[in-house]
């Protein structure tokens, strides 16, 4: 099972791409950061990641996790370049990527990137 560390965002987004909003998602941003997931129906890991995101959204106050299926969404997915599921961002609280990773994250990893949020 393919382990992905999270990490801050790099290069250039486009500007469209820079915040998602409550219509991108279909869901509430949490009040202090979003863990966005794009997941597909088949895939284990992704199966894997969402346990692990929610556990860490359980965990810290204000955190929320968003699930999206790929293949629902691919406005999104080509927006926001995602190649392979699962990928997971983490949003502020205004909805701007800070971080994103591709496979299975580490707890430890995870919690590590919302402190750079929080």
Avoid: W, Y
Wanted: contains cysteine; glycine residues 10%.
């Amino acid at each position: 099972m393919a382990r992905a560390s999270i990490d801050g965002a790099t290069g250039q987004r486009a500007s469209h791409a820079a915040e998602l909003t409550v219509g991108d998602l279909g869901a509430p941003l949490g009040s202090k950061a979003t863990l966005l997931q794009f997941s597909s129906a088949f895939c284990a890991p992704c199966r894997a990641t969402r346990h692990v995101l929610s556990d860490v959204a359980t965990m810290v106050d204000g955190v929320s996790h968003v699930e999206i299926d790929a293949e629902s969404r691919l406005d999104l997915v080509r927006r926001l370049d995602v190649r392979r599921t699962p990928t997971t961002f983490v949003l502020g609280p205004g909805g701007e990527i800070t971080h994103r990773a591709s496979g299975k994250p580490r707890k430890a990893d995870v919690l590590a990137a919302l402190g750079a949020v929080i």
